[in-house]
């Protein structure tokens, strides 16, 4: 069996209103449902060849400390840019916060691809990643 491609990420986020605000605005996603149920809220986001689905829990989870990057459970999804260092520039400017700056990978089977790692407004880990 193999899947014909990636359909939507899962991202938990404290406030739905505002994380759909942060990934429409910072990266151009459009809003195409939005579903109320007693327990959890969810706005389906869609790009350009994949959709991101937020999902605002009632109670909200907890969050102790943000997960560190090899935490189990911990995770992150990429979006394929065209220019790193300029996304990264621009989104810096609009203040959002980086893990790490643009980095071209110097060696292996990623050689010459550029990676940065920003974060929404809950921490999770949202890859940019450029082809070589």
Do not use: K, W
């Not at 986020?13 to 942060?22: E, G, H, K, Q, T």
């Not at 869609?46 to 090899?70: F, H, K, T, V």
């Amino acid at each position: 069996m193999r899947p014909l491609g990636l359909h939507h990420a899962g991202v938990v986020v404290s406030d739905l209103d505002a994380s759909v605000a942060f990934y429409t605005e910072m990266f151009g996603a459009a809003e195409t449902l939005r579903v109320e149920h007693e327990q959890v809220s969810l706005a389906m986001l869609e790009l350009s060849n994949a959709c991101i689905e937020l999902l605002a829990y009632r109670p909200p989870g907890r969050r102790d400390r943000m997960a560190a990057e090899n935490d189990l459970g911990a995770g992150h999804f990429a979006l394929l840019m065209d220019d790193v260092a300029g996304a990264h520039a621009r989104l810096v400017a609009r203040g959002v916060a980086f893990a790490s700056p643009p980095e071209r990978i110097a060696d292996g089977p990623s050689e010459g691809y550029v990676i940065a790692f920003c974060l929404d407004p809950d921490g999770n880990r949202i890859e940019l990643i450029q082809r070589p």
